[in-house]
């Protein structure tokens, strides 16, 4: 099976996953339940469980430490305020990185004149091109980075993508997000995503060689 086969591939679900998924399920209410009692405790718990992902993925969005510092804060008040929101259909992490992604898109807005979602909708122009033609063997760049070093670089070269490239890559590959999970944090048709990710892929490839 090919490299993107092999990603988009729909795996049988057992009976160890069906146990994962109802836990995941009950924890997602007892989250919701707590944010609409404003528990500080709970909101501690989160803060430490998700801080390092989202202040990743937060940078990767911006490329800005300062920049995503603050959204930082700003994400965990709307935890804290709009908690009452949360209904827990979806998991809490797919939630908390749609508010951090919003709260991006608001601040680009604020600051430039092209706003995130028209440089998205010229992406996504450019996703349908005839132009774009992708090989599916071999390993993803994701695949062939395993030490320290090659780390580094993978950062380093996600760094150079386009964001709508590297959010996606982001989120399957660093955050672990379905496909699924990963349209509706991005509020994106599933193909679209499908062809970010694909995309994305073959731009790391040549990027990854010269690095």
Request: hydrophobic share 40%; glycine share 4%.
């Amino acid at each position: 099976m090919g490299m993107f086969a092999s990603i988009l591939a729909t795996r049988p679900i057992n009976a160890a996953q069906t146990a994962e998924r109802e836990l995941v399920r009950q924890e997602n209410m007892a989250i919701a339940a707590g944010l609409r009692r404003q528990d500080p405790g709970l909101l501690d718990q989160l803060i430490v469980r998700y801080q390092h992902r989202l202040m990743r993925y937060l940078l990767y969005l911006t490329g800005n430490r300062e920049e995503s510092e603050d959204l930082f804060q700003e994400v965990w008040m709307r935890v804290l305020v709009r908690g009452g929101q949360y209904d827990a259909k979806a998991r809490f992490d797919t939630w908390m990185l749609t508010i951090a992604r919003n709260l991006v898109i608001d601040q680009r807005r604020k600051r430039t004149v092209q706003s995130l979602d028209e440089i998205i909708e010229n992406a996504h122009n450019d996703e349908n091109s005839a132009e774009f033609e992708l090989t599916a063997d071999g390993p993803s760049p994701f695949e062939e980075c395993a030490g320290i070093e090659d780390r580094r670089r993978l950062a380093e070269t996600l760094m150079t993508l386009e964001p709508i490239y590297r959010e996606v890559l982001v989120l399957r590959f660093h955050e672990e997000l379905s496909l699924e999970e990963i349209a509706k944090v991005t509020q994106a048709p599933l193909s679209t995503i499908k062809s970010r990710l694909y995309r994305g892929l073959a731009l790391m490839k040549p990027a990854m060689a010269r690095a």
